[in-house]
Nanobody
Framework: EVQLVESGGGLVQTGGSLRLSCAWS????????IGWIRQVPGKEREGVAS????????VYADSVKGRFIISRDTTANSVYLQMNDVKPEDAALYYC????????????????????WGQGTRVTVSS
């Protein structure tokens, strides 16, 4: 059974930084990618960033490029999202997601296609 457990959400000031963590278990094959999806009530889910397990390839949404950094620690079975220069529009419920196979921008553009989801961690941004 695949499990994804997020942590690190909370309150951050505009312009501040926050790091989200996702601890995973149960992924049986080497070829997979893990990423972050966010959702604001009343809006569509948005793919934020994703990273491939082996190659370390990354993709980012244009809205976070240059501000957020996704990384992985394969020994710790964890993926991280370093959020810098946080903006009010970054406030959302952030889900850790995973999918087997190669990574492409299509995955971020179609976030609902991710098969494995965590429970989410909320990020609140104060002005």
């Amino acid at each position: 059974e695949v499990q994804l457990v997020e942590s690190g959400g909370g309150l951050v000031q505009t312009g501040g930084s926050l790091r989200l963590s996702c601890a995973w278990s149960g992924l049986a094959f080497e070829d997979y990618h893990i990423g972050w999806i966010r959702q604001v009530p009343g809006k569509e889910r948005e793919g934020v960033a994703s990273i491939h397990s082996q190659k370390g390839d990354t993709v980012y949404a244009d809205s976070v490029k240059g501000r957020f950094i996704i990384s992985r620690d394969t020994t710790a079975n964890s993926v991280y999202l370093q959020m810098n220069d946080v903006k009010p529009e970054d406030a959302a419920l952030y889900y850790c997601v995973a999918e087997y196979g190669p990574l492409s921008r299509w995955n971020l553009e179609n976030p609902d296609e991710y098969y494995y989801w965590g429970q989410g961690t909320r990020v609140t941004v104060s002005s």
